[in-house]
């Protein structure tokens, strides 16, 4: 049981890690290195850093990261489930918990595709890892929108009779034998008490199972019961979502879309995190 669970390793999310260490809280912070970080050439309205580029800039921050005791797992979180006096982290196959909750994933302008919300946990997943051998000798589809998709369609691969790619980015793929690679757009999910069937703008796929994979899941998916405003989490001053123990920093409040922004909000967030967990004791 952590006192603070944060999802994702951005500037916001590493800006709460190191503040709630400093207010002796227990952390750990899931995910990778802010990609839209990493490939910003330059960040050149970040005070004190003048032209410091992005993948200078998430070193330091990760070296500062490293000050704290904050256990770092570089896993995909599926779900976040309030509990009533704690909250239940589903990260691929594995679940954590926490006292409270900070969602610093950045923001995700990408469409779901129609009945995604509706068909899934019944033919759609968001977690190769985890529902794999659920279609052991079957036929699956992936939507791809990372190269981590790419990887997870050749593991489904080694389990499945055939994988069906659909890649939502361009490169050059170096896939498995039974995996083909489909060049078209997702429309929309059809099927009766699952999906069966993939629509597509020129085409359509029929298979057992389907695999939407991303770099962030929609909100409401991820939290469910979540206030939202489109892509964004509707929070107070405090940083505090409309779920009591749950709080959200960075682009995924709103913009501007900055770094100095996400940090600020990050230390606001982890602040008044510690002092909910204060208050409870």
């Given at each position: 049981?952590f006192d603070?669970?944060i999802?994702?390793?951005g500037p916001?999310g590493?800006?709460a890690?190191?503040n709630?260490?400093?207010r002796?809280?227990?952390?750990?912070?899931f995910?990778g290195d802010?990609?839209?970080?990493?490939?910003?050439p330059?960040?050149?309205?970040?005070p004190?850093?003048?032209?410091?580029s992005g993948?200078?800039?998430?070193e330091r921050l990760n070296?500062?990261?490293?000050l704290?005791n904050?256990?770092?797992i570089n896993k995909?979180v599926i779900a976040v489930y309030a509990m009533?006096?704690?909250?239940?982290?589903?990260a691929?196959?594995?679940f954590y918990e926490?006292?409270?909750?900070?969602?610093a994933t950045?923001?995700?302008f990408?469409?779901s595709?129609?009945?995604?919300d509706?068909?899934?946990?019944?033919g759609?997943?968001?977690?190769a890892?985890?529902?794999a051998?659920?279609?052991?000798?079957k036929v699956?589809?992936v939507v791809?929108?990372?190269h981590?998709?790419v990887?997870?369609?050749n593991f489904?691969?080694e389990?499945?009779?055939?994988?069906?790619?659909?890649p939502?980015f361009k490169?050059?793929f170096k896939?498995?034998?039974?995996?083909e690679i489909?060049?078209?757009s997702?429309?929309?999910f059809?099927?009766?008490?699952?999906?069966?069937k993939?629509?597509?703008?020129n085409?359509a796929?029929?298979?057992?199972?389907?695999f939407?994979?991303?770099?962030?899941?929609p909100?409401?998916s991820l939290?469910?019961?979540?206030?939202?405003?489109?892509?964004?989490?509707l929070?107070?001053k405090r940083?505090?979502?409309?779920?009591?123990?749950?709080f959200?920093a960075?682009?995924i409040t709103?913009?501007?879309?900055?770094?100095a922004?996400?940090?600020g909000?990050?230390?606001?967030?982890?602040?008044n995190?510690a002092?909910?967990?204060?208050q409870?004791k």
């Open positions: 049981m603070v669970a999802i994702g390793k916001a590493i800006s890690a190191v709630a260490f400093a002796n809280k227990s952390v750990v912070i995910g802010s990609k839209k970080v990493l490939l910003s330059s960040i050149p309205n970040y004190g850093l003048p032209e410091i993948k200078d800039l998430m070296e500062h990261l490293k704290t904050a256990t770092i995909t009533g006096n704690y909250f239940s982290i589903q691929e196959n594995d926490a006292k409270s909750v900070i969602l950045g923001v995700d990408k469409k595709i129609e009945n995604e509706t068909f899934l946990g019944n759609v997943s968001y977690c890892t985890c529902d051998p659920l279609y052991k000798g699956v589809a791809g929108y990372n981590e998709s990887e997870e369609a489904l691969a389990v499945c009779q055939r994988v069906y790619f659909i939502m490169g050059n896939l498995k034998e039974n995996v489909i060049n078209d997702p429309i929309k059809e099927g009766s008490l699952k999906a069966e993939l629509i597509l703008k085409n796929i029929e298979a057992d199972g389907f939407v994979l991303k770099d962030s899941l909100l409401t939290v469910p019961g979540l206030e939202v405003d489109g892509p964004h989490v929070v107070d940083m505090e979502t409309n779920i009591k123990g749950l959200a960075g682009d709103g913009k501007p879309y900055q770094v922004k996400a940090i909000e990050g230390q606001i967030a982890a602040l995190a002092e909910y967990l204060d409870k």
